[in-house]
């Protein structure tokens, strides 16, 4: 009887996703994105660090009728 054996592999990251769109058009919103690990296969390690990403987007004040308010949507 034959019996192979496989190296372990690594899981990799596949490039990350566009970024969604703003939450919020002003007054601080959110956007994210995310990815996928390819693998791990073999005993191999998972992939380093987390699946999605957050950042601010559109950090400023929205016009208002008496001036600039922070939207709260």
């Known amino acids: 009887m034959l019996c192979y054996s496989y190296p372990a592999v690594d899981g990799v990251w596949?490039?990350?996703?566009?970024?969604?769109?703003?939450?919020?058009?002003?007054?601080?919103g959110n956007r994210n994105r995310s990815r996928t690990c390819r693998g791990p296969f073999h005993d191999g390690a998972e992939?380093?660090?987390?699946?999605?990403?957050v950042e601010t987007?559109?950090?400023?004040?929205c016009p208002g009728?008496?001036?600039?308010?922070?939207?709260?949507n």
């Open 14 to 28: 596949n490039a990350w996703t566009a970024w969604n769109e703003c939450s919020h058009t002003c007054g601080y």
């Open 57 to 61: 987007c559109n950090a400023f004040s």
């Open 47 to 53: 992939c380093p660090g987390l699946p999605d990403d």
């Open 65 to 72: 009728k008496y001036g600039f308010h922070f939207d709260a």
